[in-house]
């Protein structure tokens, strides 16, 4: 997670230790590594004890939860990806080419071989994804508003709306990767940011409250 002064840190067993001495308003773990954004849009991985910068794109907003590839968005909400070859075995201050995608969305998320986004009017975007070369099936419009979004890679996907109410995909299968409905998940308090991995639901209310929900 991250606080309001850009401190990251990570949970080791019920407490949280710092992490890095990089400022981050932003973190993203996944098979690719631990990811994250500065308050100036810089793009760090964290790598043998501290991030380093990955230089070639700003972001203001990455995801490490596909299957090995990085995605983002700049502040113009332009999209990108880096692939997974890249993106696992960056190591250093290196120069990266990032593959530009087609659309433009305010917030881009990916699972295994999935990537839902949300764009700047709160339409919601669904697209099958290649992670080896970025190659996408192209954006499919679905039913919904949300702010953003967030995929695990076991296939499930959360939003949160403007009101910050949740909502979980359901129908999903392999022969609809990109489910059937929304179901809302009742909360006690309006929600700003939810991610999810391994079973177990992170949110973050509007009033900076951290809850985990386990399924």
Excluded at 34 to 63: C, E, H, I, R, T
Excluded at 86 to 109: C, Q
Excluded at 173 to 198: E, K, N
Aim: overall charge neutral; glycine content about 12%.
């Amino acid at each position: 997670m991250t606080d309001e002064l850009s401190n990251a840190f990570f949970l080791s067993g019920s407490t949280w230790q710092k992490l890095g001495s990089v400022p981050l308003k932003h973190v993203s773990v996944g098979p690719a590594g631990l990811w994250g954004v500065s308050p100036l849009n810089g793009v760090y991985k964290y790598v043998a004890g501290d991030f380093v910068p990955v230089n070639g794109l700003n972001l203001k907003q990455v995801d490490a939860g596909g299957d090995g590839q990085i995605v983002g968005v700049t502040r113009t909400d332009s999209i990108h990806c880096l692939n997974s070859n890249i993106a696992s075995s960056y190591h250093r201050r290196d120069s990266v080419s990032w593959t530009n995608l087609p659309g433009g969305l305010k917030f881009f998320s990916c699972g295994l071989n999935v990537c839902w986004g949300t764009s700047g009017i709160e339409e919601i975007f669904f697209t099958k994804a290649t992670p080896t070369t970025c190659e996408t099936t192209g954006w499919v419009k679905i039913p919904g508003s949300a702010k953003m979004v967030e995929v695990g890679n076991d296939g499930s996907v959360f939003v949160v709306n403007a009101k910050g109410q949740l909502f979980q995909r359901t129908g999903i299968s392999s022969s609809v990767p990109q489910g059937t409905a929304w179901a809302m998940i009742p909360m006690c308090l309006p929600i700003q940011h939810a991610t999810y991995d391994l079973g177990r639901l992170w949110l973050v209310t509007e009033g900076g409250i951290i809850l985990q929900c386990v399924q």
